[in-house]
């Protein structure tokens, strides 16, 4: 079974679009995030869900929203996309979120192309 | 600015010989921790140092931290093929309401058959 999940792998899209990404994780862990890592390999942190609630919101623009419906999930909604937004986002997950940041289980990456 | 810079960026070794990384980062941390990716992959989880801890291993891994300079080294020894992959180190830091993981620049390890 895979621990985290994300789909689809790959997305290709026009400018202006909107698009989603969905993550789900079966380890059983409370926290989840979502970074970016661009062509360079560079890997930023987005957003951090903490068992549904936000805690941390990099300077992310407002296109981008994410959503926890419950702790095993956490979807990345994308309006507007912009040629800027082309990179890999990977989903991962860590069984703690306020006393030390544990170990991150990634997702395989969801490679979203601009065009 | 980025927390943690992998040093070298890229390294290429013949199979069988031992691999360093280095990694520096600018603010106290809780943990620093090193990861891998292979090529179009995501990143694994490879071993955590905690800041009071001066050395730790793990199989063919050794991990250093030097919280007085503010860095860390990853040896790899007796290096394989299936290692190849880029290499990145990750520091926990304080993101306000929580600890984050701040992931340096890596760097990528081509071993040679």
């Known amino acids: 079974d895979t621990a985290v999940s994300q789909t689809p792998k790959y997305l290709v899209t026009q400018m202006g679009n909107d698009k989603s990404i969905k993550c789900e994780q079966n380890?059983?862990?409370?926290?989840m995030y979502w970074y970016k890592q661009d062509s360079k390999k560079f890997l930023k942190i987005m957003f951090s869900y903490n068992n549904k609630e936000l805690i941390i919101n990099e300077t992310v623009p407002n296109r981008f929203s994410p959503k926890s419906p419950d702790k095993a999930h956490l979807n990345l909604h994308i309006n507007s996309l912009e040629l800027g937004d082309s990179a890999v986002y990977f989903c991962a997950s860590s069984p703690t979120g306020t006393v030390g940041a544990g170990e991150l289980f990634f997702g395989e990456g969801s490679r979203l192309t601009v065009l | 600015s980025q927390q943690g810079e992998e040093d070298p960026q890229a390294l290429s070794i013949q199979e069988g010989e031992n691999a360093t990384m280095n990694c520096s980062y600018k603010t106290s941390i809780n943990n620093l921790q090193w990861y891998r990716q292979n090529s179009g992959r995501g990143l694994v989880h490879l071993i955590l140092i905690r800041s009071n801890e001066r050395e730790k291993h793990s199989g063919r891994l050794r991990v250093t931290l030097d919280t007085s300079k503010k860095s860390s080294s990853l040896l790899i020894t007796a290096s394989r093929a299936a290692d190849t992959a880029s290499y990145f180190c990750a520091t926990d830091a304080w993101g306000g309401a929580t600890n984050k993981l701040i992931f340096g620049t890596g760097t990528l390890l081509a071993v040679q058959p």
């Open positions: 380890l059983g862990h409370d926290t």
